[in-house]
């Protein structure tokens, strides 16, 4: 099956600073890797996602770019602002079971 | 809101007892997943379900069992509940049709076992 690693777990920036999370992934046939975030007492919610076909993608501050050689995805947030901070969770499709694994997650903290 | 609702958004329960959890969704969706999110280890997978009868087990199967009689309900049992299985527990549904697609999420439930 997938297995999905990211890092940091835990990532402070302050704001209008550039925010990188990191994933690797080690299912060589997943084509989908959708990134979720999750607000403290909430449920996750999809804010980017990338198929494989594509290098990256990009909507208003945050990117996505995926390297399927390396088998690695990284979430790009420009110009943080603090409605940033929150749990980031990535996930790549496992072709088996036709179902999402995720990252472990990472706290981004966004300082005024 | 999302189409997907989960009943009880919390539940404390007593080591031993059984436990079903419900996900309901008004999006006629064919997937329908249960995880549960531990500190540290993200979003496990459950079990899932492809349809109404057809589902199969997932990453952490073990003391859960599930059914889907109907295409807009999930049911999660613990069969016999134990403190490790103390857990926030999503349910989430996907339109996909098998070569991945984005997930629609509950709101969670806070499941304790004392």
């Known amino acids: 099956g997938e297995n999905v690693e990211q890092h940091p777990s835990t990532l402070s920036v302050q704001e209008g600073d550039s925010a990188v999370i990191k994933c690797t992934y080690s299912?060589?046939?997943?084509?989908?890797f959708p990134w979720y975030k999750q607000e403290l007492g909430k449920r996750p919610q999809l804010i980017i996602d990338i198929r494989s076909n594509v290098g990256e993608k990009k909507d208003q501050r945050i990117a996505v770019t995926l390297n399927k050689t390396a088998k690695h995805f990284s979430l790009h947030i420009t110009e943080t602002q603090p409605e940033d901070s929150a749990v980031y969770f990535c996930?790549?499709?496992?072709?088996?079971?036709?179902?999402?694994?995720f990252g472990s997650g990472t706290r981004l903290q966004v300082q005024p | 809101d999302a189409g997907i609702t989960q009943s009880p958004r919390h539940k404390v329960t007593e080591t031993g007892t059984p436990v079903t959890l419900r996900c309901h969704q008004t999006?006629?969706?064919?997937?329908m997943y249960w995880y549960r999110q531990d500190p540290g280890h993200g979003l496990r997978l459950i079990h899932y379900?492809?349809?109404?009868?057809?589902?199969d087990k997932g990453e952490v199967s073990d003391g859960y069992s599930v059914s889907r009689s109907k295409t807009e309900d999930f049911l999660l049992t613990l069969e016999s509940a134990t403190s490790s299985q103390t857990s926030v527990y999503f349910c989430?549904?996907?339109?996909?049709?098998?070569?991945?697609?984005?997930?629609?999420f509950g709101s969670g439930t806070r499941l304790t076992v004392v």
């Open positions: 999006e006629n969706h064919r997937y």
């Open positions: 996930a790549g499709w496992d072709t088996g079971r036709r179902a999402l694994t």
């Open positions: 989430a549904i996907s339109e996909g049709t098998g070569v991945g697609g984005g997930y629609t």
């Open positions: 299912d060589s046939a997943s084509n989908y």
């Open positions: 379900s492809y349809g109404v009868k057809d589902t």
